[in-house]
């Protein structure tokens, strides 16, 4: 039950973090775009989903629109983790200097075309170590999938612990697979960051 729980765990957290990066870089170029409806779509988003828990995001979901548990926490940990991989890009690409992208502009290319292979490249580097915290939260963050049935880590644990009345040591069984998760994907951002850092 633990190593089923592991895949599960493992299955939502690989296409949330795939999907919430995406997403997040969609709505971090649309908050600095230079035009008025799109700047604000990706500002209501951002300020509307980092102020809702997670939890109810998953219930809306789960509930509204009847697709299976672990479906459902998978696009709630989407959606939720994607504001916040926004405000961290939107702060790198706000770091690069100015006249990169009028610098691209001048040479002929539009602003999609500049945003996508002069600005993002180096605003991504700049921001690495936030994007893997948020990467790591949201492993951890999977957990929420429990209350919605979602077959991860957390529910098989407590499946187990009602089963077994086990309870202190099926926690800590649970901890210790969560750590398994995020301790190499930890390591693995700081291995990224010092790399990028010799590079520059």
Do not use: H
Not at 3 to 32: D, M, P, Y
Not at 101 to 118: C, D, F, K, V
């Amino acid at each position: 039950m633990f190593l089923e729980g592991l895949k599960n765990t493992i299955i939502a957290s690989l296409i949330a973090l795939i999907c919430s990066l995406v997403l997040g870089i969609l709505i971090a170029i649309f908050r600095i775009a230079p035009f008025k409806p799109i700047n604000w779509l990706g500002t209501a988003y951002v300020e509307f989903i980092r102020n809702i828990p997670l939890l109810v995001i998953a219930f809306f979901i789960f509930l509204v629109f009847r697709i299976p548990g672990l479906a459902a926490g998978t696009m709630a940990l989407t959606i939720y983790t994607a504001a916040f991989i926004a405000e961290a890009i939107r702060a790198g690409i706000q770091s690069v200097p100015k006249g990169q992208m009028e610098a691209a502009r001048s040479s002929g290319l539009t602003y999609p075309q500049a945003m996508w292979n002069i600005i993002l490249p180096q605003a991504i580097k700049i921001v690495i170590p936030p994007l893997g915290n948020q990467f790591i939260n949201l492993v951890k963050n999977s957990s929420i999938i429990a209350v919605i049935a979602g077959g991860e880590l957390m529910y098989q644990g407590d499946l187990i612990s009602a089963r077994t009345f086990v309870v202190f040591d099926t926690y800590i069984f649970v901890a210790m697979f969560y750590l398994v998760l995020t301790i190499p994907l930890s390591l693995g951002v700081g291995q990224l960051e010092k790399r990028l850092a010799k590079n520059n």
